[in-house]
């Protein structure tokens, strides 16, 4: 009787073969799953990466020295010798515009500051007012702003500030802020001068009254804001100097008279 071989015989083999051939495919999947994974990850580092340079203040547009630009401020004089050591002009890419004045003795530190800024698409609302402010006043440390009371001017009143953690409030320069909506216009500054309290107040008094709009541009609600802070403007002589509305001052208004 012939015999035939069995239909259902594989060779050692060929089953050997079809076993590497399992075992490759499935070391192949988990490679390709491993490349992904780390092809992931590092989509998602460099996205991070993307992410810390657009939020890095650094790489932002920021406000330039505008030798171009034409002054559109002018602080009067009381003294013919008297004059601003420096007014510079500075440009924001989104529409800004800072003029800055400052006073001071040749090659020392300036003893008086202000700045008129026209704020543009820059301006961030969520951010302090005066956050700028405490940056201009430090002195190699911020400490912060506090208030010092407030000031009547022909802008209206204006706020007054001093750093944070100054005891001998009579020696503390003295920061002043004023914020307007229409136009978009904010004054501030700060100031050294005077050897009291009410003396620094009265030097600001004195910078805000003697500060002027020489060109307004295509802004007529900032040549109006002017036109009429001019129609309040007081003067400001010696008396103004020695003395402080004794409402508004820094210090604890004093009862007049006795009990």
Same mark, same amino acid.
């Given at each position: 009787?012939?015999?035939?071989?069995?239909?259902?015989?594989?060779?050692?083999?060929?089953?050997?073969?079809? !076993? $590497?051939?399992?075992?490759? /495919?499935?070391?192949?999947?988990?490679?390709?799953?491993?490349?992904?994974?780390?092809?992931?990850?590092?989509?998602? =580092?460099? !996205?991070?990466?993307?992410?810390?340079?657009?939020?890095?203040? %650094? $790489? #932002?547009?920021?406000?330039?020295?505008?030798?171009?630009?034409?002054?559109?401020?002018?602080?009067?004089?009381? !003294?013919?010798?008297? +004059?601003?050591?420096?007014?510079?002009?500075?440009?924001?890419?989104?529409?800004?515009?800072?003029?800055? =004045?400052?006073?001071?003795?040749? @090659?020392?530190?300036?003893?008086?500051?202000?700045?008129?800024?026209?704020?543009?698409? $820059?301006? !961030?609302?969520?951010?302090? #007012?005066?956050?700028?402010?405490?940056?201009?006043? %430090?002195?190699?440390?911020?400490?912060?702003?506090?208030?010092?009371?407030?000031?009547?001017? +022909? =802008? @209206?009143?204006?706020? *007054?500030?001093?750093?944070?953690?100054?005891?001998?409030?009579? +020696?503390?320069?003295?920061?002043?802020?004023? #914020?307007?909506?229409?136009?978009?216009?904010?004054?501030?500054?700060?100031?050294? #001068?005077?050897?009291?309290?009410?003396?620094?107040?009265?030097?600001?008094?004195?910078?805000?009254?003697?500060?002027? *709009?020489?060109?307004?541009?295509?802004?007529?609600?900032?040549?109006?804001?002017?036109?009429?802070?001019?129609? +309040?403007?007081?003067?400001?002589?010696?008396?103004?100097?020695? *003395?402080?509305?004794?409402?508004? @001052? %820094?210090?604890?208004?004093? /009862?007049?008279?006795? =009990?």
């Amino acid at each position: 009787m012939q015999s035939y071989p069995n239909r259902h015989f594989v060779h050692p083999a060929l089953t050997s073969f079809a !076993d $590497e051939c399992c075992a490759t /495919l499935a070391r192949l999947i988990a490679y390709v799953g491993a490349l992904a994974l780390f092809a992931i990850a590092g989509l998602h =580092f460099w !996205d991070q990466l993307q992410l810390d340079v657009v939020a890095d203040p %650094a $790489e #932002q547009p920021s406000f330039t020295l505008a030798a171009w630009a034409r002054p559109a401020f002018a602080v009067s004089l009381l !003294d013919p010798h008297e +004059k601003s050591d420096s007014y510079e002009i500075y440009r924001h890419p989104e529409g800004g515009r800072k003029d800055v =004045f400052h006073w001071g003795p040749p @090659g020392e530190k300036p003893v008086a500051e202000l700045e008129i800024y026209r704020a543009g698409g $820059e301006l !961030d609302p969520s951010q302090a #007012q005066t956050a700028d402010l405490d940056v201009r006043m %430090a002195d190699g440390d911020r400490l912060g702003l506090e208030a010092a009371g407030v000031i009547d001017s +022909k =802008f @209206g009143t204006v706020a *007054l500030f001093r750093r944070s953690g100054r005891f001998d409030a009579a +020696k503390s320069c003295l920061g002043f802020f004023k #914020q307007f909506d229409d136009p978009a216009l904010q004054i501030s500054g700060w100031s050294c #001068q005077g050897t009291t309290l009410p003396a620094r107040r009265a030097a600001i008094s004195c910078m805000l009254d003697r500060l002027t *709009l020489l060109a307004s541009g295509n802004e007529p609600r900032l040549a109006e804001l002017f036109a009429r802070a001019e129609l +309040k403007r007081s003067g400001c002589g010696i008396a103004a100097a020695v *003395l402080a509305d004794w409402v508004t @001052g %820094a210090e604890n208004p004093r /009862l007049r008279g006795a =009990f």
